[in-house]
């Protein structure tokens, strides 16, 4: 059984911080490409940071590059988001997903077709 599950999520002033993190059971998570997306009310599912199994591969929406800081610990299965400087815009369900790319073939990680498993969401307020 395949499971995603964030924590974290929660209510911050403007300007403050959050750290999410995402633990997953049922895969071999060091093999998995681990993203970060989030939807707002009325709007679309969006990237927000991805992590490749290469540790050192990291991709960032613009919209949240140098406030966000994705990373992951393969030892505990938990990819983190760690949220700074957070303006209301951010506001949103946050979503972890888990992407095996197959050797050989790239996976663009801001695509969310390319996800395999999501967890059930966390929800971040920043309020003004």
């Known amino acids: 059984q395949v499971q995603l599950v964030e924590s974290g999520g929660g209510l911050v002033q403007a300007g403050g911080s959050l750290r999410l993190a995402c633990t997953a059971s049922g895969i071999t998570f060091s093999t998995y490409t681990m993203g970060w997306f989030r939807q707002a009310p009325g709007k679309e599912r969006e990237f927000v940071a991805a992590?490749?199994?290469?540790?050192?591969?990291?991709y960032y929406a613009s919209s949240v590059n140098y406030r966000f800081t994705i990373s992951r610990d393969n030892t505990k299965n938990t990819v983190f988001l760690q949220m700074n400087s957070l303006k209301p815009e951010d506001t949103a369900v946050y979503f972890c997903?888990?992407?095996?790319?197959?050797?050989?073939?790239?996976?663009?990680?801001?695509?969310?077709?390319?996800?395999?498993?999501w967890g059930q969401g966390t929800q971040v307020t920043v309020s003004s």
């Open positions: 997903a888990a992407d095996y790319e197959s050797s050989g073939n790239y996976h663009n990680p801001q695509f969310i077709a390319e996800y395999d498993f």
């Open positions: 992590i490749k199994a290469s540790r050192d591969n990291q």
